[in-house]
């Protein structure tokens, strides 16, 4: 039977998100990361090289599955909230990409060879933006998507400090969500209004 190559690197990926988004870089164990994937550490060697291979080529993947996934439809301030609330529920549920970021920002500040994905992918969601709300200029813009970046992210690496600030009680995703969504969609009128003003 031949060795399915892809599926293996997809589980080897898999895995190693997890491994590397729970303990960073330097904490990942390599062993972890081929048992969690019922393959052998020389398999990981053997398709990645070794460990910086393997995180740079998560982070890659990681990063373009998210660029990938983000839109801003529609258009008003509407549109601008309704982002906001889809990308929360993407950190809801999987609070691993969030956690690997977090862990790059740490380890390596800017994640060195990546930065052709964020360069892409930017303009693009910045046009989305202006066009959600026409007049703004490309700075507000990117201010607004960064500030909904961040704010969605925030839960899934400093869950700690929502517990001890608002308790655990039933509900309170949903009441996090609606918060996040109310800033996004007040923030995009704010802006709007101030445009609206300046063409009067």
Known sequence: MA??????????????????????????????IAKAAGISKERIYQYFGNKDALYGAVITAELNRFFMGLSIEGSGVAAVGDFAGRLFDFHAAEPGTAKLLFWVGLEEGVPAGREAICREQTPRLIREMRRALPGILDHDATDLLVTILTLCSAGAVLSQVDLLMAGAGSGRTDRRRKAIVLVATLAAQDLATKMAGQHE
Do not use: C, I
């Open 3 to 32: 060795w399915d190559t892809e599926r293996t690197k997809t589980q080897l990926l898999d895995a190693a998100v997890s491994e590397f988004s729970a303990k960073g870089l330097a904490g990942a164990r390599m062993d972890h």
